[in-house]
């Protein structure tokens, strides 16, 4: 066997045992545990805010009597 015919197949063989493993993701890799986009401060300000606007609302409609 020549160097070049050797080395056509140990390329071979590499790019063979390469796509086996194409689109498979480790499992490492992925995300665990509990990571939150926002923060729970954050969460509780905007909770905070709309609670707090919504009864401004009703208090303010409450007191100008109704429907006006």
Same mark, same amino acid.
């Given at each position: 066997m020549t160097t070049s015919r050797r080395l056509a197949?140990?390329?071979?063989a590499k790019f063979q045992s390469n796509i086996t493993k194409r689109g498979a993701i480790p499992e490492t890799s992925s995300k665990k545990g509990k990571d939150y986009? *926002?923060?729970?401060? *954050?969460?509780?300000f905007f909770i905070f805010v709309v609670i707090g606007s919504s009864l401004f609302q009703i208090i303010r409609t409450a007191t100008s009597g109704g429907m006006a």
């Open positions: 197949d140990r390329k071979s986009p *926002v923060t729970p401060f *954050v969460l509780g």
